[in-house]
């Protein structure tokens, strides 16, 4: 366990780790402590700078801690300029793929955690059958089965 991550939540209630862009896939940033220190869901997010990921992951967390709730399906409109983000829930099954330091924290999953899915420039999300492709990578959708990923317009 990263012993920055533990005393950030100690400090602050919660800490974001981020994962640069690799050959593997985007890059992304996710909290651990929100449900450690609020009894909220973890949060992530994928496919944007990752310095810009953690200030919005920092700023929803920011808004938990002062009693704001965050819940799977819940639309934000506070949070990227003139586009909303959706917060879906993630399966299960993507924890050991892509949660490892929140893993170490807690010890073993359960626990819940949020994706923060954001629209293309045109507004669509990846459940839309118009999304568009060049994003559709920047982005997994970790609220489906992981062996379910290729009919996203059905699955929101």
Do not use: C
Not at 8 to 19: A, Q
Not at 118 to 125: L, T
């Amino acid at each position: 366990m990263d012993r920055h991550t533990v005393e950030h939540v100690r400090s602050r209630g919660w800490s974001v780790t981020m994962i640069p862009e690799d050959d593997l896939g985007p890059g992304f940033a996710y909290t651990v402590g929100l449900w450690h220190t609020y009894r909220s869901p973890e949060l992530a997010m994928f496919g944007l700078d990752i310095h810009l990921m953690h200030e919005l992951l920092n700023r929803l967390g920011d808004g938990v801690a002062t009693g704001e709730p965050v819940e799977a399906e819940q639309e934000r409109h506070d949070l990227i300029a003139r586009h909303p983000v959706v917060l879906k829930q993630v399966d299960v099954r993507w924890y050991r793929e892509f949660f490892g330091q929140a893993i170490a924290f807690y010890r073993r999953p359960p626990f819940p955690v949020l994706e923060v899915v954001w629209p293309d420039p045109h507004g669509r999300f990846p459940w839309h059958p118009d999304y568009a492709e060049q994003y559709r990578e920047l982005q997994p959708s970790l609220w489906l089965w992981p062996g379910d990923q290729r009919d996203l317009s059905s699955s929101h």
